[in-house]
Structures are given as C-alpha cells and as structure tokens.
C-alpha cells in the first residue's frame, strides 16, 4: 500500500522515537552530529531503525535531520550532502522499514532580517538535501521541528523544487506557552499548510504532552480533514546528575497516543526522550 493510500484509509501508521540518545549510547561524541555516523558506522544506525521496527514502528526517519549543507558545514561535512543523505535512505531500507522518510530539519539560524540567510539561500539549501532524498526514492519528505513560518515556507518551496509529486509533510514544535519559540500559533501554522497543500501536518518534539494534544486540537480546528501527524518528546526532561531523563512512561505516551488518533492523527510516533518501549505502547494503543 503507497502512503498516501495508507494515510486516507489505511490503519494509523506508527512512525518511530529517538534517535540521538541511542547513538550517543553507543559512543557518538558529544558535538557530533549523527549524520556523521551514517558514513562512519551506518551499522550503529540500524540497530535503532530496527529496535524500532521490531517495537512497532512502520514509518522510519532517515538519520538526516540535520542533513543541510548549512548543519554538515559545522562538522566539516558540507561536501557530503548527496553522499550522506542517499546512504541515509539504503540504512532504514536495508533495516526493513516499511516507509521511509526523509527527514529534514530546520537550518539550525535565523532568517534575515532577524539573521544573516536569505530566504533564497535557505530554499537552495533545502532543495539540495530534498533532491537527495527524492533520488534515494522515500516514501515521503518529512519537514519537522520547524518554529518559523517563513523557514516552512521556505523549505515546502525548496521540496517542490526538486520533488514536485512526492508526499511532503510538516511539524512544528510548539514549545512556548502553545507558540512556537518563534511565536506561531498552531491555528496559524496550519492555516498556512492548508494553503501549501501539503500531504499531512502536525506537531512534534515540543515542551509536553500536554501542549502537542492542545497544539493538534487547534490544528485540527481550522483544518479538520487533513492528515495529522503527532511525534511528541516523551514529556518533560530533567536533569538526573549528569543525564537527562524525561518523565512520560509508555503508558502515558500510550494515553496521548489514543487522544491524538481521536484528534485526526493518522502518523503517531515519539521525538526527544522516546524509546522503543514508548513506540510499543503507542503500536499498541493505536493498533
């Protein structure tokens, strides 16, 4: 089944959690990017794709989120963009996920006039890593934790550059009293979506659980047929001597899991925090 039919009336597909404190787990240095792992040791990176797949997870993230020449540049990586991002796709092919998506995140600075990128360059950038992504055949472009509606913009304009008949979806993270850190509010943001046509949109990452339901409740009411998406961080962190450590059980991201599919959400899954426990517990709730 394609995705998009899988997404109007196929069962809710459960996407997968975490993915930087796995690799750091596994002696990823701190300050380096997890991109740097899919050409140094792919291997470490299945191992999470498939911890997830066997919890439940259908829908696998490539290891790309930071995946823009603009993000590669600060570890010397920014003349690997194709390289990186391509091998990003064959790692969660060859683990055996049943979609792939590309992942792509925010460029990691500001846009002017507020920064010193362009627009124009942040859509160059953009379309660069999309192009990658697209030629290594995933199933969707999957936009997430984005704060500013211009950088949305943006990159929806770079992916239809490049991949103009691909699924494309979007999130943001809504983290500041229901805002975004740069102050958009859910019914905003999915006022603009609707008018960029894209395939599915939601919330992820974000400051609790608690604010990705409130988040997806607006959403929904200014577009109550879209496809919703929710990939929360798995509640609150805090700090337990020197590790972080969040504070939502597999049960209560199973309790979320249910009221977001009550929402409209047809993608659930885990961001920051997450584990495959709390990606079984969601499979299991939703399923």
Partial sequence: M??????????????????GTFLQAAGLPAGTPGEAWVLERPEAIADVHRAYIEAGSELILTCTFGGTR????????????????????????????AYVAGD???????????GKRTYDEAVTL????????AEAEVDVLYVETMSSIEEVRAAVEGVRQVAPTFPLTVTLSFDTKG??????????????LLELGVTAMGANCGHSLEMTAEAL????EVAPAAALIAKPNAGLPRL????TVYDATPEMMAVYARQFAEMGARIVGGCCGSTPDHIRAIAQAVG
């Fill in 104 to 114: 792509i995140g925010p460029l990691g600075e500001l846009l002017a006039p507020l």
């Fill in 179 to 192: 805002r975004t850190n740069m102050g958009v509010r859910p019914e905003q943001a999915a006022t603009v």
């Fill in 217 to 220: 409740r607006k959403m929904q």
């Fill in 2 to 19: 394609d995705l998009l039919t899988r997404l109007t009336s196929g069962p809710i597909l459960v996407a997968d959690g975490a993915m």
């Fill in 126 to 133: 953009f379309a660069e890593q999309a192009a990658a992504l």
């Fill in 70 to 97: 603009a993000r590669l540049a600060h570890a010397g990586l920014d003349d690997k963009v194709t390289e990186i991002n391509r091998k990003a796709v064959e790692i969660a092919r060859r683990a055996g996920a």
């Fill in 240 to 243: 337990v001597g020197d590790r």
